[in-house]
C-alpha cells in the first residue's frame, strides 16, 4: 500500500467511531500533513474530543490530554526541574510534563490563563521547551490539537492573536444530520455491549507513514501563478478596500505572513490526499476558510452588518482572481 492509501484508510476508520464529521476529519488530517497545529470549535457535546480519540487510537503516537483549568500553571504542561537523590547524592533532574507527547489535546484551553497559554508559544512554534535555559527537544510527531467552546464566556480567557496565528487552521464542528445523530445512537448502543470484549481492530498506523506521506507532499509541484494566487489572497486581507470597498469596512487586521505559509503547505497537502502530483487553483480555495478564519479581525461594521469570517471570506474569493 502507498502512503495515500494508509491515509485514506486512516481517514475510513476515524469516520467509522466520529459519524457526520467528514469534513473535520479531512481538515484534521490536512494538518497532521501538513505539520501544523489544529483549533477545534464547536457547541458542547458535537464530538471535539471523541474526533482526537479516535486518530490517537488509529494512530501510532502517545496522546496526551491537558484539561486546561483556571489554576493551571505552566510548569503542570511543560515540566520543571525536579529534585532527585542518586546514590545519596542530590540531583535536579528535569521532569517532562504532558507536552512531551506526540498527538496533544490542549482540552477548553480558553479557560487557562494567559501566563499558561503562553507557555505553549515557544512549543507550538520551534518544537522545543526551555526550562532554567536549557532547551528540551519535542518529539519528531508533535501536534497541538485544541478544543474551545464559543458560546460560553464565564471563567473563560479569549486566545490572544499571537496565539491564534500559531495554529494552522480553526476547525469548525456543527451539527450532524438526523440520519447519522440516529447513526451515532447505535454506535454508542454498540460500543456499551462491546466494553470488556477484546476487538480485532487494525494495527495503528506507524508514524513513518506520516513522515513519507509528509515528505511526497513535499515534493508536490506549485507552479508560479498559484504562489501569486496565495499571495494575492493574503494581501487582500491586508489591503482590502483595494479590492472591495465592503471588504474595507469589514476587515480590521488581515492574515500574517503565517497564513501565506499555511494556505501553501495545506493547498499542498490538499492536492496530495487528493492524487494530485500539482497545486491548483481549487486546492487553494478549498483550505482558505479553516485557514484565514482566525487571522481575521472584523471590525464593529462586520458584526453590525451580521458578517461571519466565512462569509468575509467568500466575498475576498470573488473578489480576487486567479492568476493566469
Not at 475510513?12 to 459519524?19: E, G, N, P, R, T
Not at 447513526?183 to 466494553?195: G, P, S, Y
Not at 513513518?208 to 515534493?219: P, Y
Amino acid at each position: 500500500m502507498t502512503a495515500l492509501d494508509d491515509l485514506n484508510a486512516l481517514q475510513a476508520s476515524i469516520a467509522q467511531a466520529v459519524l457526520g464529521q467528514d469534513q473535520v476529519i479531512r481538515q484534521i488530517l490536512l494538518g497532521l500533513l501538513a505539520n501544523g497545529h489544529l483549533l477545534l470549535e464547536s457547541l458542547p457535546g458535537l464530538a471535539k474530543t471523541r474526533t482526537v480519540k479516535a486518530l490517537a487510537t488509529h494512530l501510532d503516537a502517545k496522546m496526551s490530554r491537558i484539561q486546561f483549568t483556571p489554576d493551571l500553571l505552566p510548569s503542570d504542561i511543560t515540566g520543571a526541574e525536579v529534585l532527585h537523590q542518586v546514590q545519596g547524592q542530590n540531583e535536579i533532574r528535569f521532569q517532562p510534563g504532558p507536552l512531551f507527547g506526540n498527538l496533544i489535546l490542549a482540552d477548553e484551553i480558553n479557560r487557562a490563563p494567559a501566563k499558561v497559554q503562553a507557555a505553549l508559544l515557544e512549543a507550538m512554534e520551534e518544537r522545543q521547551i526551555t526550562v532554567a535555559g536549557q532547551s528540551h527537544p519535542l518529539p519528531p510527531l508533535f501536534i497541538v490539537v485544541a478544543t474551545q467552546n464559543p458560546i460560553e464566556q464565564e471563567g473563560t480567557y479569549p486566545l490572544p492573536e499571537a496565539q491564534m496565528d500559531r495554529f494552522l487552521m480553526k476547525v469548525l464542528l456543527d451539527y450532524p444530520s438526523a440520519d447519522h445523530e440516529s447513526q451515532v445512537l447505535r454506535l454508542l448502543r454498540a460500543e456499551e455491549i462491546a466494553q470488556g470484549n477484546p476487538s480485532s481492530a487494525p494495527a495503528p498506523l506507524a508514524q513513518e507513514v506520516i513522515f513519507a506521506a509528509r515528505r511526497e507532499v513535499s515534493n508536490v509541484h506549485v507552479a508560479p501563478a498559484i504562489d501569486r494566487y496565495v499571495i494575492d489572497l493574503v494581501n487582500a486581507t491586508r489591503l482590502p478596500a483595494d479590492y472591495d470597498p465592503d471588504l474595507g469596512r469589514w476587515i480590521a487586521l488581515g492574515a500574517s505572513p503565517r497564513g501565506g505559509i499555511g494556505l501553501d503547505r495545506c493547498a499542498r497537502a490538499h492536492a496530495w490526499m487528493q492524487g494530485q502530483d500539482f497545486v491548483s487553483p481549487d486546492n487553494v480555495r478549498a483550505v482558505v476558510h479553516p485557514v484565514l478564519r482566525h487571522r481575521l479581525q472584523l471590525s464593529y461594521d462586520a458584526v453590525a452588518d451580521g458578517m461571519t469570517a466565512d462569509r468575509v471570506l467568500d466575498r475576498l474569493l470573488d473578489s480576487v482572481a486567479i492568476a493566469a
